[in-house]
């Protein structure tokens, strides 16, 4: 008993911290995205207004985000996956330092990389005047920053390290002998990631991907500042909370982009599965 | 005569300035249960890990078959390894551990699910195939392990310390079961091990190594009767030594007796096993008696052993079996001991 109590004393600060800020909070947000507004005063009068709402007006911007998501957690996942498995597979002598130099870029802040960006991708940026110099076009291409690609870019390289260090972790506890004994049986390194590298680093891949798909489904700021006319939920959502002062539509949006991010991490991770399985 | 199996020729491996195997040469004739002993650090891990094709050598060549393989890959060796440790894959059950290298061989799936189930029975793990590895206990595991690297028929299987991780008794009944595999299958084996007494039970060569040397090769008995050293004398069962000189086909002992010997003259060592060694000696001809002292006496179940300091002040060991009710004798006390001549062996110093 006594035990029990020092064990639930230990928990107790982070479970005080959560129940107030995460749980009290979210379960206003839930009760208020029933409610609606009128002349500024919220009408408590339950309703499904704000759900038909966007149903209705938000169902492509909605499929674009979860899309443009899934890419960019992919993108990050591969890419990823390419330097945590170099650094454990590769250069094993060099991979302090490799993970040092992807822990570091996590300290070169959100929005500083977001200018980097703008800078690399704008009209007069290096790449364009690259481009221009080399004779490949004629005049700086716009497209390259303000466009969907430029949030892609800009937000896989803030979420690369987030990517690596899941899937580095999970490379490391594979054995070199579990990797030897399926060259020894015959696998060719690509067998060997097959069969033996990608199902032992599955959980990584999948903690990787899931961190990365509700980080850039839920960004609103990479959009604003590189992504031109690119709309995304995150930036229909954010004005509701300020400009608009419409707090349960804004609410219901973020409720059902929650469910539909969880759902669509829950089905990739079951597609996973399946897919190992089959493949056997 | 027909060619070896396994050849290597001045193989050797160092890392930098350390040399782990010194150029060295083995034979593993078709057949052979063949055991690599060493010390630990002696390089004999190296060297195996050199034959299954996962350590690149410095230098020198290694041929299965006759064929020049230093140069290929584990996964196009005709060998196959069991690994210390096993190196089982967790993901997989038993079923699919054991079928993975003949499913990568794009062996057909009935004639694969006919050979995965022989190798089920014949380590008898049957009713485990569709476990998972972490279910399995290590005497099981050891089983998968070895039935996964068979089931690929390898020229010559290759086992790291086999045995190293079980228990006493497991492992006593795993070197039973490795006897009879290597009997039913007629294979080829090559394993590596710092345990003497495994490597007597299982093998019918042995190649006892020391700092990245092979300093003897030959069957159980030639290494255990003839040792080439005295490293090779103290490593393979337990003995004790005698400093002497021979001259004019007589060797005399520093601590006293004199025996007929041929050979050339110069120092020797004379080398008695303690199983050799009886207290009391008849002091007659064809008997070496020496005096010494008691130090210490230990009751091992089977035998007991006799710790004891000559006269000449070298340590002496004397094992005799079970008991000797008539032998009351405690520490301190003084005792004759002795051999009977052709229980030694001399190795000539110079």
Redesign the interface.
């Given at each position: 008993m006594k035990a029990e109590r020092g064990n639930l004393l230990l928990v107790l600060p982070a479970l005080a911290t959560f129940a107030a800020l995460f749980a009290c909070p979210f379960l206003y947000f839930f009760a208020i995205s029933f409610f609606s507004m009128k002349s500024y005063r919220m009408n408590f009068t339950p309703t499904l207004a704000n759900y038909l709402h966007i149903l209705e007006n938000n169902a492509g911007t909605l499929a674009f985000t979860l899309a443009l998501a899934a890419v960019i957690a992919s993108l990050a996942t591969v890419l990823g996956l390419i330097y945590a498995y170099a650094m454990r597979f590769r250069f094993q002598r060099q991979a302090e330092a490799l993970l040092l130099i992807a822990v570091l870029t996590l300290f070169g802040g959100y929005l500083m990389k977001i200018y980097a960006w703008k800078t690399i991708l704008g009209t007069q940026g290096v790449l364009n005047l690259g481009l221009v110099g080399l004779g490949l076009t004629d005049q700086p291409l716009a497209v390259l920053l303000y466009s969907p690609a430029a949030v892609a870019i800009t937000l896989v390289n803030f979420l690369l390290p987030m990517a690596i260090l899941p899937i580095y972790s999970s490379l490391r506890g594979i054995p070199d002998i579990e990797i030897e004994a399926a060259r020894d049986l015959g696998a060719s390194p690509l067998q060997q990631l097959r069969d033996v590298i990608l199902p032992r680093a599955a959980p990584g891949l999948i903690s990787a991907f899931a961190l990365c798909f509700l980080i850039s489904a839920g960004d609103y700021v990479t959009p604003a500042l590189v992504g031109g006319t690119t709309t995304t939920m995150g930036s229909l959502i954010a004005p509701q909370f300020g400009s608009f002062f419409n707090w349960p539509l804004g609410a219901a949006m973020s409720f059902v982009m929650l469910t539909l991010g969880v759902a669509a991490i829950f089905s990739c991770t079951a597609a996973v599965r399946l897919a190992g399985q089959l493949l056997r | 005569m027909n060619e070896p199996l396994l050849e290597a020729r001045q193989l050797s491996k160092s890392y930098g300035e350390v040399v782990a195997v010194r150029p060295l040469d083995l034979v593993v004739e078709s057949g052979d249960f063949c055991a690599i002993l060493g010390p630990s650090g002696c390089g004999k891990t190296t060297l195996l890990r050199m034959i299954?094709?996962?350590v690149p050598p410095s230098s020198g060549q290694l041929l299965i078959n006759g064929h020049d393989v230093t140069r290929v890959?584990?996964?196009?060796r005709p060998?196959?390894?069991v690994?210390?440790?096993?190196?089982?894959?967790?993901?997989?059950n038993v079923r699919?551990n054991i079928g993975?290298?003949l499913r990568?061989?794009r062996v057909k799936s009935s004639e694969r699910n006919r050979r995965v189930a022989e190798m089920l029975d014949l380590v008898e793990i049957g009713p485990l195939a569709d476990r998972m590895i972490n279910a399995l206990s290590g005497g099981q595991q050891q089983r998968v392990a070895l039935a996964?690297?068979l089931v690929?028929r390898p020229q010559i299987l290759l086992l790291d310390e086999p045995l190293a991780a079980l228990d006493l008794k497991l492992r006593a009944s795993m070197q039973e079961e490795l006897r009879r595999l290597h009997r039913d299958i007629g294979g080829t084996f090559l394993f590596v091990t710092h345990d003497q007494g495994e490597a007597m039970a299982l093998a019918n060569r042995i190649a006892v190594m020391r700092d990245g040397r092979i300093e003897q090769q030959g069957t159980p008995e030639e290494v255990y009767l003839r040792p080439a050293n005295a490293f090779v004398a103290t490593f393979l069962g337990e003995a004790n030594q005698f400093a002497g000189h021979r001259v004019a086909g007589r060797i005399t002992l520093d601590a006293g007796p004199a025996f007929a010997n041929v050979g050339k003259d110069g120092p020797v060592t004379v080398i008695v096993r303690h199983e050799n060694m009886c207290l009391h000696p008849a002091e007659e001809p064809g008997t070496i008696a020496l005096t010494a002292t008691v130090t210490d006496r230990v009751f091992l179940g089977t035998h007991t052993r006799w710790q004891l300091r000559g006269s000449h002040g070298g340590d002496i060991r004397v094992q005799v079996p079970g008991i000797d009710p008539k032998t009351t004798l405690t520490p301190g006390a003084e005792v004759r001991v002795g051999w009977r001549l052709g229980h030694e062996h001399v190795l000539d110093l110079a």
């Open positions: - | 299954g094709g996962f890959p584990p996964e196009r060998s196959n390894m690994f210390q440790g096993y190196g089982l894959f967790p993901h997989m699919e993975y290298g990568l061989a996964r690297a690929m």
